[in-house]
């Protein structure tokens, strides 16, 4: 299966617009002190730092002095920025930039009204190391604050699963319709899949179900001979952490899945396909698909880069404490025998005969 280019979601590219007002007269006191934060890693404290000065000046700094301050003016910019409502986009991208050899460094652009400030991007040497999702506001003192309008984020024509894809279910897995507590020192419950044509691979598939998550439990897929490894999806606070063998690639905030994602039932939508995501001549990537009731987040598709060959088909639900559940809601797919790699489409049942041979009858016009 060849890769859409056009909607991949590469997790080394995002943009963050919003609309920042720094109000005026209560701004003197939040002036002195008050910030906006951007990408921050370990917590909202963190990452790129907005600064508005007594003087109309906007101040950029990062928490831990990973990069030199600098400082963007009104007259520069061409708006105030301070006490005037102003449109900010934040593009972030992911390159190599210190001829390490490494793809671990990151070129800020900092647009003013959708101008790029002086026309030049900020690079912040091996950033890309601990840059996070974090943002967050800071207010000083009772009586400051920040005008935030966020807006909405246009992702396009919707885009649906591919119609070529194997739909599966938990019951492929051998998972059923249930609610998987805490079992000490384990798994609540394992399963494996097996593709009569390609064999336990999760390749060329689309997981359907209704799920709940409590916060720190978690889904696994695709573990190849350890049930705790591959993919899986971790309930963390609001959001869904995104793992693959234990390390972290993703976050899904329910703000932009457009619905609650821990602590209430969901329609989840996982579609797996190995491609050739970094070009480098080998299907050893894997391009991720997650729908979240019915809409795919964001409206494209993360790269995995080079965890294609880490994977298997094995299946997992993990609940570390007690009293944390995960429910499988609705396990319902067409489960009908998949004859296709026989020439037979969804019309075609199959049965064994008085011989014990294979045989296929019509069930339907």
């Known amino acids: ?46 990452g790129m730092r907005f600064e508005p000065q007594s003087n109309g000046n906007l101040v950029i700094s990062e928490a831990e002095l990973r990069f030199p301050k600098f400082t963007i003016t009104p007259e520069l910019a061409g708006t105030k920025l301070v006490g ?149 999806l971790m309930a963390v606070e609001d959001a869904i952490h995104l793992y693959a063998n234990d390390v972290l690639v993703y976050k899904f905030m329910p703000n932009a899945a457009g619905t609650t994602l821990v602590g209430k039932a969901f329609d989840l939508q996982m579609s797996i396909v190995y491609a050739d995501c970094d070009e480098d001549g080998v299907n050893d990537d894997v391009q991720l698909g997650l729908w979240f009731n019915g809409v795919l987040y964001k409206n494209k598709f993360l790269e995995l880069v080079d965890v294609a060959p880490t994977l298997g088909s094995m299946m997992s639900i993990y609940s570390p404490y007690e009293g944390s559940v995960v429910k499988i809601l609705s396990t319902e797919v067409n489960n009908n025998a998949d004859l296709s790699i026989f020439g037979f489409d969804q019309n075609y049942e199959k049965y064994l005969d008085e011989t014990g041979k294979t045989r296929a009858v019509k069930t339907k016009l």
């Open 1 to 46: 299966m060849k890769t859409n280019k056009d909607n991949i979601k590469r997790i080394t590219a995002t943009a963050m617009f919003a609309a920042i007002a720094y109000a005026s007269v209560v701004v003197l006191k939040f002036q002195v002190g008050g910030f906006l934060t951007f990408a921050g890693g370990p917590s909202a404290w963190y």
């Open 84 to 232: 005037e409502k102003f449109n900010l986009k934040i593009t972030t991208e992911f390159i190599e930039a210190d001829f390490d050899g490494l793809k671990n460094d990151v070129k800020f652009g900092i647009w003013i009204n959708d101008v790029l400030y002086k026309n030049q991007y900020v690079y912040a040497a091996d950033y890309a190391n601990v840059i996070g999702g974090f943002m967050g506001i800071y207010c000083p003192a009772e009586g400051s604050s920040m005008t935030v309008d966020a807006g909405k984020v246009d992702y396009g024509e919707p885009i649906l699963p591919d119609e070529s894809l194997k739909v599966i279910s938990f019951s492929s897995f051998g998972v059923k319709n249930g609610t998987y507590g805490y079992k000490e020192n384990g798994l609540a419950v394992t399963g494996n899949f097996f593709n009569a044509a390609k064999g336990k691979t999760l390749d060329g598939t689309l997981l359907k179900g209704r799920i709940y998550l409590d916060n720190g439990t978690d889904i696994r897929f695709g573990g190849k001979d350890n049930p705790w490894m591959g993919i899986y």
